[in-house]
């Protein structure tokens, strides 16, 4: 969620319930006010999450989930004359699939994560089920924040490979497969060998990559801090059940005293049986933080790309210094290495005039062409490094302005939760007074 809103707004949140559709309200209203031409010529929302049955690739009966996205132009909004939306039903798969396409198409960018598939860091009571309904209206929202984020980028909202996808309901996924990304995607065996053989890493994607670990860590940790403490208050509002039974069962038999009795357990019963709620509200701040979770590998990305380009780069430099030393050493005769050529020589008499100018034109060929892979090397290192450095400071301006957000308002609701507990004992300190 973007924190725009100011803390005016935020002490305004602190006084009611935040539901889902709220959440997704402040998302949509800021992205629209930071966001690029598409968002501010076309309204989008993920309205609706459908279960669904059907055969997959190997002919097995599956059970699936479909969303649907609905596009409307915003000036029909504003006039108000209201049309109805544009809509096309999407998998998750597809959703995979978009941003799969994105990080290739747009290695310098720190694309936007989907929502979780399946439920991790949930606590005990809560489904861990991909087709539960609260997971999936949850998930629901989560796509729909994707959609918005890449809406309100400025390099990717205008793609049209993401336009097909909101708005072409057949042939989007032939139409993506026909860019040819997936053969322009690197291999994870690729970029590992990078990593550890770059020698010249640029300082500030080193530490950005390190920094992307320790806050993968971080909100990890936090993540099952509060799924314990989920857990453990879960706990605490049951027991206040037992205080509801007891109190109850005690009513029955006492006569001046048996109405505040009954009254204060009441009081209880109403407070344990409100927990489920309150908690599964509360996992709408935990998919925030997970949103960011997930960011990390997003950023991680950017910089094995990075890594990547420069080992590239040395090894076309190392290769362009190797062709010079050969030239240096057939033009002076002088061997400065060992090498299979020159023992050839010895062995078995030196080439002709002819094959000595052969090879040098071939040397002079390979050394000119080596020079402008080297400067082409050198200009896209230099393109990446500016566009994606633009970008990692737009992400962390937005990461700092969310997680702000997103903890005050978790920290809001937590104080709203102990103040009913204490308006439940507050009641029943009542209850007890007109016995």
């Known amino acids: ?52 049955t059907g055969k997959n690739a190997v002919n ?28 096309v039903w999407r998998r998750y798969s597809e959703f995979e699939l978009l941003r799969n396409y994105l990080l290739v198409a747009y290695p310098f960018i720190v694309v936007p994560p989907l929502p979780e598939k399946r439920a991790e860091f949930v606590w005990h009571k809560l489904s861990a089920d991909n087709l539960d309904p609260d997971f999936v209206e949850r998930r629901r929202v989560g796509l729909e924040n994707f959609l918005l984020r890449v809406a309100s980028h400025a390099g990717l909202s205008n793609d049209n490979i993401f336009f097909l996808f909101l708005t072409e309901e057949k042939g989007w996924r032939e139409m993506v497969f026909e860019t040819g990304f997936q053969a322009k995607a690197d291999s994870r065996l690729k970029a590992l060998s990078a990593m550890f053989r770059v020698k010249n890493p640029d300082k500030r994607f080193t530490e950005l990559k390190h ?18 403490v989920a857990d453990r208050l879960y706990g605490v509002y049951k027991v206040h059940g037992n205080y509801g039974r007891v109190f109850s069962e005690w009513s029955a038999i006492e006569k001046e005293m048996g109405d505040g009795l009954q009254s204060a357990g009441h009081h209880m019963d109403a407070y344990a049986a409100s927990v489920d709620d309150i908690l599964e509200e509360e996992e709408h701040y935990a998919d925030q933080l997970k949103e960011y979770l997930f960011y990390t590998e997003a950023l991680k ?5 990075h890594e990547l380009n420069q080992y590239e780069l040395e090894m076309a430099a190392l290769d362009l210094t190797s062709k010079k030393q050969q030239k240096e ?38 050394i000119d062409e080596g ?24 992400f962390k301006q937005q990461k700092d302005s969310d997680l702000k957000e997103a903890l005050i308002s978790y920290a809001i609701m937590q104080i709203s939760m102990c103040k009913k507990g204490i ?9 007890f007074n007109k016995m």
Not at 330 to 335: D, R
Request: hydrophobic share 35%.
């Open 1 to 52: 969620m973007m924190a725009d809103s100011g803390t005016e707004e935020i002490a305004v949140i602190g006084n009611i319930d935040i539901t889902s559709s709220e959440l997704e309200n402040n998302i949509r209203n800021t992205m629209v006010e930071k966001g690029t031409a598409l968002l501010r010529k076309m309204e989008i929302s993920v309205a609706e999450a459908d279960k669904r």
């Open 329 to 366: 050493e057939l033009v002076t005769g002088t061997v400065r290495t060992f090498s299979l050529k020159g023992m050839t020589s010895k062995l078995f008499g030196q080439e002709t005039a002819e094959q000595r100018e052969a090879r040098l034109q071939l040397l002079e060929q390979q």
């Open 301 to 305: 990305a950017v910089c094995r790309k």
């Open 423 to 431: 308006q439940v004992w507050t009641n029943a300190k009542e209850c």
């Open 60 to 87: 097995i009966q599956e059970t699936y989930t479909v969303y649907l996205i609905e596009t409307r132009p915003v000036d029909t909004v504003t006039e108000g004359t209201s049309p109805a939306p544009d809509s």
């Open 211 to 228: 920094y992307s670990d320790e806050l993968q860590t971080v909100v990890s940790q936090l993540l099952r801090v509060r799924a314990r």
């Open 371 to 394: 020079e402008e892979t080297v400067k082409e090397k050198n200009a896209e290192c230099d393109e990446f490094v500016k566009a994606a450095w633009v970008d990692i400071e737009h």
